[in-house]
């Protein structure tokens, strides 16, 4: 398969942004029908190597060739004309356009300049399906959770054919499941001999189905091996310089006995939901919430957060009822909750990495209502320490992050807060193996503080080496719930599935 | 909203009705305050429903109709026009010097007159685009110059004179009926529809639509962004031209100081109508209602005759209680369909 | 401690320099004035004059600016045509202490207010409401006692409207006409055209239109024709533009009032250079109105 | 991690300068146009320097500046306010009959009217404020009903009669000098400041910018983004109450037809100013040196003595390429800082 010319090929690339230097010389070679993977920490420069092939930003150094001859695309349209297509690490769909029709956002079929709305939507129902997403393609993109228009997202990309298909941390939503199916899907299109450029922070991943891994550290292309050469270890030390403890921390041999009840959750129901959801957490433990894509983990935080009105039930923090619909009564409460869709619903990106960290606990740096500049930077940087964000300073636009790290600094928002019980919809989504690690262990930490932990993972393995409980979510219902001793995927998964199995009505049916 | 049900499926007969109603209300937009307003007016003032007044508020609501026809492109795409009052002026004054212009036949006076009229507009509206999207400056402050600009242009080309005597047939044309609608409405209707037809069936139209909700997506697309912008303003121009000319037809005058104003009675259309001004959300059928709105409100109020200041704040009043209607009428909705659709 | 310190009155050393402020330009009436007063001092010779207007008709703070700027030029004098009959007095009261002569032409303004800012500024006019009562008469004597009539206001406030409407209203009362509607149209040609198009639906017995000024005559005389009532109703208005001529020969509108703009700034200016040369210069100089109709308007 | 970036530490001093050219330009904002604009001025017209006429200037902007304090607070959360043109006629009136009813000793007279003109501009605000909240409706469509209601309102409640003889102490007030400066002026500036402080400085500025920026995620970090929204249109307001009394102090009246078409000026100030009307991006510096310019154009163009036609173009001219300026100027910014910091 490595045999041959290399289709795309960087050498020395350089890019440099106001106060940061992005990539100081990546090479990189990919030959047709290679499947390569890009790995390294956050910041690492990953997705900005694909913003410079992909025509969104010009290189400021280095050469780039594409099928033998320089290429330097002036905008995304070039590329895509050169036949490299893209999934980029933060969505880029039409919220109000219909499923079907951001799929063929590119070349909206027309006749005689009409958009030929049939046409479309039969196309997308394969299209969709290849990916294993059921929704019917005149739904609103706006209205699908964060996997399923992950899952849009890729299922556009598939839908032209291309050259060079690059994915971004494509999987950073997704349940085993869908990731699985995707892997077979690049495997076909790698067969046909399109190149592939995979990223990821899933080594396991990376390792299943990766021809060559290259490791980007700092900027600066490190490595690049077969995957049958290397095992995790190794490509960790690449990306961090150094070894790394095993990949979840430590845990208290003898589970804690969980102590008073901080939250629970009464015959809760969702706007549109199925079933009701009863359940409690604990002081010092951390309670897991596991489900297949679209089973309703987010729609049921955020009712119980408050975020969305609930349907009914009752929500009680340390056995007082909380209000209906109202973030702020929640917060007062004690309560917390790190937000699925870090984009819409937790960054200010125009602003700072101070400000963004400050933002639920702005009495903290401030007194009777005035802030203090120098308080505030003084936290935030202590955070931005302790998570390991890369940045330029604390006075850094937050929009200039990389996605990982302006995930960590929203972590950084609800720790600062520190509330009683705090929720958290996929808190290591597109995080580095360390800082994951890092991650993980600040929550266990909380835990041992005696706070309660409500945890959603499409990453089943992060659940299991995180929780002392999980409750597995299928079609918006319980479907059953697992304590420590009895953790196993297997299992997990039946639960998973079972929502469905039962259904009648087998449209219906999960990815 | 269970969006992973197909809305295909069939539905239990009791459940379409709550379904159907809660569509209509979905459509209906600001045509259900509309609908209340008009009820009103022809309880309360008996002329109101007569052939005669529908005719005179068609033929008023017609200009503001015109404008907020290339208005609303505008406006999806997150833009705003402030100039076209002004620029409705120029395009008017440079037409009527051509029409009144005797070296040239009648004839060709007129036709030539009524392409400047549209030429002026759309030229203008190309210097707002063009502008704005070089510069990546807010829309609002470059065709706020364009008004002060088109406005001084104006009256320095007439010297501040109201050109008169303007060609037969035009005036003639101002006061024709067809199938006993005032023509010049028939010409807005017809505007109205074009616009319906580019934005809700056309690949252009969905641009439009797309670059006012996330433009970096579109050009992610691989689409040129920069163009339908552009283009966007260039079409509110050429409306403006239209709208000049009508103006002329209907009042048989060319004046340098005409169109005052007119800038924020069609974005009122617009935005009565649905549309969001950061883009992205609004309709031609919101748009045609909105205007009527407006048209229906001040007629009726005259009609009435309540007194001029309390006519001022009544239509204040309305305005408001109309939008909040409205929002109203779109939470019920969305509360049946997603009760429907589990 | 005011403006006016620092500003010591410069000896009439040579030419008087005049200031013309007046409303908008784009105002027709106005371009006539101005061309009126430079033709004026070109034939006097020895005077200095400076006019300038205001981008439209309600810019109160426009012309506060223009004033402001005459006190800062020094001039000797200012002839003033207001936008507002009291929002102007402030500025006057500036230009007076800086030791300014001032005249004021076309709207008279506000006696109370002058009196109260201790002000006695000579007023050079026309009548306005003399001006609309014999324009009124026209109507009355066309369309005949008992006739029903609207009146269309200019913009709510401004004293030379309402001093039309006031003459409107005695010519109606004088020649025993019926008032059914007296609403505002701003001054604006198409104001006036949807709102007499509402009146005339509810009132179609109309005879009659007083128009406050030409412009709104224009929007009227359409709206009219619309309804085919061209025939049954008569207009009058005031100004005698020139876009008003050919209504008035093909009998649309009776009647307009002529009210000489050349001739108010003329005599404006005479009186400020009397002033500045030391005489003194009180009360209302009344400049003509003239009635003009078919027969009349040549 | 936070090390192993270059972050700008000490540079060679040949890039220093580039670094503080750079940043200068970077903080410059509008400032470079509006130095542009009075250095031509300057150089052609003779009195524009004098003491006098800089009084001038400055009585000239502040109505401007003072409403552009408070529209900032809106634009920064992504509103707009229509209405305060007509508010302040109405909060004008309003005090304007207070202070001229002889029941009450002038002192008293004079202080209720100061009271009730504030009072009722942060109602009229709150109106706007709460009913835009309470509806999710566009503000934009709401004030312009405000904008009706208090213009019909003021008209009512004077019958469209001006008040003019205003308290000895007030019109003295609007001619008083304070350190050489007008007092209304003083005042302006000191609402400047005090805005600029608030922004800058309190919890609830940091607020107004985050609610700008993404309401949603202010909302689910606990904070009540509605009562943000409605007390930015309320701080809106009572700064129109403010002007309204510096307006009758400067020309001491009260009338209902005063502030027509203010809205635009205060917004054109704010948008120059380096604001974006979808929120979240603006500053009191930026607002003021935005009033200014605005100010000092159109007094300077009157010094040059140019026809009032060309003025008005002229006018909008120099908006246009002002913003362009600007706009070229934070590019060439960017590129330097970014340059240097390496
Ligand atoms: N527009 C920008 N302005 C300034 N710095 C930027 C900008 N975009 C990216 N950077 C910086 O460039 C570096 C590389 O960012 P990049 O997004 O490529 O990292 P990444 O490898 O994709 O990280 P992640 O795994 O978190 O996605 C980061 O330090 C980031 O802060
Ligand atoms: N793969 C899918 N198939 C069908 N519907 C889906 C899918 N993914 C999401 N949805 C719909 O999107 C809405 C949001 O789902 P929600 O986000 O609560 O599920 P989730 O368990 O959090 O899954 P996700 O990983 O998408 O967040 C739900 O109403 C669901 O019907
Ligand atoms: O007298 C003039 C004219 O009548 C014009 O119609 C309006 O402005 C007035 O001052
Ligand atoms: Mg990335
Ligand atoms: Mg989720």
Not at chain 2, 104 to 109: E, F, H, K, M, V
Not at chain 3, 84 to 89: E, F, I
Request: hydrophobic share 45%.
């Amino acid at each position: 398969m490595l045999e041959g010319e290399p289709l795309l090929r960087l050498s020395g690339l350089g890019k440099r942004y106001p106060g940061v230097i992005a990539l100081a010389g990546v090479d990189l070679d990919v030959a047709p029908g290679e499947i390569h993977a890009l790995v390294g920490e956050n910041g690492a420069g990953k997705s900005t190597v694909v913003r410079c092939l992909s025509g969104m930003e010009t290189p400021d150094s280095g050469e780039m060739t594409f099928d033998g001859a320089p290429h330097r695309p002036a905008s995304p349209a070039a590329a895509l004309r050169a036949g490299i297509r893209v999934v980029h690490q933060e969505l880029e769909l039409l919220p109000e356009l219909s499923v079907a029709e951001n799929l063929y956002f590119e070349h909206l079929p027309r006749r005689f300049g009409l958009v030929d709305k049939r046409k479309i939507r039969q196309d997308a129902v394969t299209a969709l399906a290849r990916v294993g997403l059921r929704v019917d393609p005149r739904t609103p993109v706006g209205r699908l959770g964060l996997a399923a228009r992950q899952l849009v997202e890729i299922a556009r990309a598939l839908a032209a054919d291309s050259r060079l298909l690059v994915l971004d941390e494509p999987t950073a939503a997704l349940t085993g499941a869908e990731s699985a199916r995707l892997q077979g899907i690049l495997r076909e299109l790698a067969a046909e001999g399109t190149a592939i450029v995979f990223i990821s922070h899933h080594l396991a991943e990376v390792l299943a189905i990766a021809d060559r891994i290259t490791v980007l550290r700092n900027g600066k292309s490190v490595a690049t091996r077969a995957a049958a050469g290397v095992g995790a270890t190794e490509l960790v030390r690449l990306m961090v310089g150094r070894d790394l403890a095993e990949e979840y921390p430590p845990r208290p041999a003898t589970a804690r006995a969980p102590g008073a009840e901080l939250l629970r959750a009464e015959a809760l129901r969702v706007h549109g939901g199925a079933g009701e959801l009863d359940f409690a957490v604990h002081a010092g433990e951390v309670v897991g919430l596991a489900g297949l894509v679209g089973s309703g983990r987010t729609e049921a935080v955020r009712a119980l957060y408050g975020a969305d009105r609930r349907a009914g039930g009752r929500v009680l923090v340390c056995g007082k009822p909380i209000p209906n619909g109202r973030p702020t009564k929640s917060v007062h409460n004690g309560l917390g909750m790190l937000a699925e869709d870090r984009k819409d619903q937790g960054l200010l990106l125009d602003m700072t990495v101070a400000a963004n960290t400050s933002l639920a606990a702005l009495p903290m740096v401030a007194h009777w209502g005035l802030r203090s500049g120098k308080l505030e930077d003084q936290v935030a940087g202590t955070l931005v320490d302790r998570l390991g964000v890369r940045t330029s300073g604390v006075r850094q636009a937050v929009r200039a992050l990389s996605g990982g790290n302006q995930q960590k600094v929203l972590l950084g928002r609800w720790l600062l807060a520190d509330p009683g019980v705090l929720i958290v919809d996929e808190p290591t989504r597109g995080v580095d193996v360390g800082a994951r690690y890092e991650i993980h262990r600040l929550l266990l930490e909380l835990a041992e503080g005696g706070k309660g932990l409500l945890v959603v993972s499409s990453d089943l393995p992060e659940l299991i080496g995180l929780c002392d409980r999980i409750l597995v979510l299928s079609r918006g219902r319980i479907a059953g719930e697992l304590t420590r001793a009895e953790f196993d995927r297997e299992k997990i998964l039946a639960l998973a599935y079972s929502g469905y199995l039962t259904s009648t009505d087998e449209e219906d049916g999960p990815s | 909203m269970k969006t992973d049900v197909p809305t295909t499926g069939p539905t239990a007969p009791d459940r379409s009705r709550s379904k159907v109603l809660g569509q209509v209300l979905g459509e209906a937009g600001i045509g259900v305050a509309l609908l209340v307003l008009v009820l009103v007016f022809l309880a309360f003032a008996p002329q109101f429903g007569t052939g005669q007044n529908i005719r005179n508020i068609m033929t008023q609501i017609t200009l503001n109709t015109i404008l907020a026809v290339g208005m609303t492109f505008v406006v999806l795409v997150g833009g705003i026009d402030l100039s076209v009052g002004s620029v409705l002026a120029l395009s008017a004054v440079v037409a009527g010097s051509l029409m009144t212009w005797d070296a040239l036949s009648p004839g060709t006076g007129l036709l030539l007159g009524v392409l400047a009229a549209v030429l002026v507009g759309a030229l203008c509206g190309l210097v707002n685009g063009a502008v704005t999207e070089r510069w990546k400056v807010p829309s609002f402050i470059i065709t706020l110059g364009m008004l002060y600009v088109a406005r001084g242009a104006a009256q320095e080309y007439t010297n501040a004179q109201t050109i008169y005597n303007l060609p037969r047939e035009l005036t003639l044309f101002g006061t024709a009926t067809f199938l006993g609608l005032p023509a010049v409405f028939v010409v807005a209707l017809a505007l109205v529809a074009l616009g319906w037809f580019v934005l809700s069936r056309t690949v252009f139209g969905r641009l439009v639509y797309a670059v006012g909700t996330n433009e970096e997506a579109v050009r992610l697309a691989g689409h040129r962004t920069g163009w339908v912008k552009v283009s966007v303003f260039v079409i509110a121009g050429v409306c403006v031209g239209i709208a000049a000319v009508v103006y002329m037809a209907r009042l048989n005058i060319a004046s340098p100081i005409l169109g005052n104003g007119y800038e924020l009675n069609a974005i009122a259309a617009v935005v009565i109508g649905g549309a969001s001004l950061t883009g992205g959300r609004g309709s031609m059928i919101g748009t045609l209602l909105g205007a009527c709105l407006l048209g229906v409100l001040s007629n009726g109020l005259i009609l009435l005759g309540v007194s001029d200041f309390q006519r001022t704040m009544i239509t204040g009043g309305v305005i408001i209680v109309a939008v909040v209607l409205d929002a109203y009428r779109r939470r019920v909705a969305t509360r049946l369909n997603s009760v429907i659709t589990v | 401690g005011q403006e006016s310190n620092g500003l010591t009155v410069p000896p009439p050393s040579g030419d008087p320099k005049v200031c013309l402020v007046m409303k908008s330009l784009a105002n027709e009436f106005f371009k006539t004035m101005q061309k009126g007063a430079q033709e004026h001092v070109e034939a006097q010779g020895g005077i200095k004059l400076i006019a300038s207007g205001i981008p439209n008709e309600t810019d109160v703070d426009g012309q506060v600016a223009e004033v402001e700027k005459c006190v800062t030029q020094r001039v000797d004098a200012i002839v003033l045509a207001p936008a507002d009959s009291t929002a102007l007095v402030a500025s006057v009261r500036k230009a007076v202490d800086a030791g300014i002569k001032v005249v004021n032409i076309d709207v008279e303004l506000e006696p109370g207010a002058l009196r109260q800012a201790g002000l006695d500024v000579p007023f050079v006019g026309p009548d306005n409401r003399e001006g609309a009562r014999q324009a009124g008469m026209e109507l009355g004597k066309a369309i005949g006692a008992r006739s029903k009539v609207i009146i269309l206001e200019g913009i709510p406030g401004a004293a030379n409207g309402e001093l039309r409407v006031k003459g409107f209203k005695d010519a109606v009362q004088q020649s025993g006409m019926v008032l059914t509607a007296s609403r505002t149209a701003n001054w604006e040609t198409d104001q006036a055209h949807s709102v007499l198009g509402a009146l005339l639906t509810a009132n179609p017995d109309v005879k009659g239109v007083l128009a406050a000024n030409d412009s709104m005559a224009l929007g009227a005389v359409k709206a009219i024709e619309e309804q085919n009532l061209a025939s049954k109703i008569k207009v009058v208005s005031f100004d005698n533009i020139p876009a008003i001529k050919p209504l008035l020969l093909n009998g649309s509108v009776v009647a307009t009032v002529e009210q000489f703009a050349s001739a108010q700034a003329a005599r404006g200016i005479d009186q400020a250079v009397r002033m500045v040369k030391g005489e003194k210069v009180t009360g209302w100089q009344k400049t003509p109105v003239e009635v003009k109709t078919k027969s009349n308007v040549g």
